[in-house]
């Protein structure tokens, strides 16, 4: 039996649902030959570190972006760099605890954090097994590649990210692997789409938008609330499913929208639904924050996106790579979103040109491709 350790970090929600998905295929496809564990790396050397460091990247998102883009752009060079290296660096004695007791074949990261920390222990040759590092956003970030010589695999979204992981981090081409990233296998079901109507009283002969207020970070509220507004307002004969998260002030603003034009029958309001995969079978497209997750199930899900609100740093890359490559439209700082918003109105076959342009990208098979890779050479 094998035994495989997953790794993550709860700085957004994007790490650990990668590694859900991996350990679920794993554990659903490969349950006789292999066991997993999944860990919190911060968590487990210290919930108080944790508790503190994930508050703070919370609100910094939320309430300075400004300060996160500097640390997030300063942590790839220079001695913020070397700093968090450091870190990471004295915190792996801690996580060589539960790498000696439980003593795996494969270690797993889907945070550059607990992939530094393997590293570290591998180059003094108190952990011998492979290392796999799965990137979870559209651009590459020299974190992920601290110490690569002892990473066996990474595994990218892109072929882009590959071809400069290989040319400006020096990571061996032969490790690099484009399976996209790893999203629940649900995204891949084919569903009852008359059913998921009726159970969210929607009209099957009305298009749908999923629109995701941007959660508890709540970023742009009043940009938020304008661009949900104009929805209501010039998409008359389509409905929308908002997700307003952990944020009770957007709810309530959206919820008073709603009312306001007396618009209970065409939108649909809720904190949160466990089935963004059967909303996302039956939407045309998706107004959203692009995180690395939500973006690759939309993808896979053929949906056009609509950018709003990135955190500044990997979700601006990301918004980047999603505009560059016509993937997205980006309703950017000092864009006018109402403008933008009719534009699309009036000429859907933008939307469908995008919608076409998708298929090229999206990574339906990841999860399977990277566990297919990786435990077939354990």
């Not at 915190?91 to 954090?113: A, C, G, N, R, W």
């Not at 996209?180 to 938008?209: C, M, R, T, W």
């Not at 505009?323 to 700082?333: D, G, S």
């Not at 090229?360 to 990786?374: G, Q, V, Y």
């Amino acid at each position: 039996m094998k035994k495989i350790l997953i790794f993550y970090g709860a700085y957004g929600g994007g790490h650990l649902s990668a590694a859900k998905a991996i350990k679920e295929y794993i554990d659903t496809n490969y349950k006789d030959t292999c066991e997993t564990m999944m860990i919190d790396c911060i968590e487990y050397i210290n919930k108080y570190l944790n508790k503190i460091s994930t508050t703070a990247y919370k609100e910094m998102a939320k309430k300075a972006p400004w300060i996160w883009k500097r640390i997030y752009t300063n942590s790839s060079s220079g001695t913020l760099s070397k700093i968090t290296t450091g870190a990471n660096y004295i915190m792996s004695k801690k996580l060589d605890i539960i790498l000696q007791e439980y003593k795996p074949d494969l270690v797993i990261s889907t945070h550059p954090f607990s992939n530094q920390m393997c590293t570290t222990l591998k180059k003094q040759s108190k952990i011998t097994c492979k290392i796999a590092t799965v990137l979870t956003d559209f651009e590459p970030h020299s974190q992920w590649t601290v110490d690569s010589d002892y990473i066996d695999y990474f595994f990218v979204s892109n072929q882009e990210m590959k071809e400069s992981l290989y040319r400006n981090y020096n990571v061996s081409e032969s490790k690099i692997f484009v399976t996209g990233i790893p999203i629940s296998n649900k995204f891949k079901q084919h569903f009852n789409k008359d059913a998921i109507y009726e159970e969210f009283d929607l009209d099957k002969n009305k298009d749908v938008i999923l629109f995701f207020a941007g959660g508890e970070f709540g970023l742009g509220r009043k940009r938020t609330s304008m661009i949900f507004r104009a929805l209501i307002r010039l998409f008359k004969n389509t409905q929308v499913v908002a997700i307003s998260g952990r944020n009770k002030r957007m709810y309530n603003k959206f919820r008073s929208l709603i009312e306001v034009y007396n618009a209970q029958d065409r939108i649909k309001l809720y904190e949160f639904t466990p089935k963004i995969p059967e909303i996302m079978s039956i939407s045309k497209l998706v107004i959203t924050k692009p995180g690395g997750l939500t973006t690759s199930e939309s993808l896979v899900s053929g949906l056009p996106i609509i950018i709003i609100n990135p955190i500044p740093g990997q979700e601006e890359e990301n918004a980047n790579f999603l505009e560059r490559n016509h993937l997205a439209f980006w309703i950017k700082k000092n864009d006018n979103g109402t403008r933008i918003l009719k534009e699309l109105y009036r000429h859907p076959e933008k939307i469908e040109e995008v919608k076409n342009n998708i298929y090229k990208f999206a990574k339906p098979n990841s999860t399977k491709d990277i566990c297919t890779i990786l435990i077939s050479n354990i």
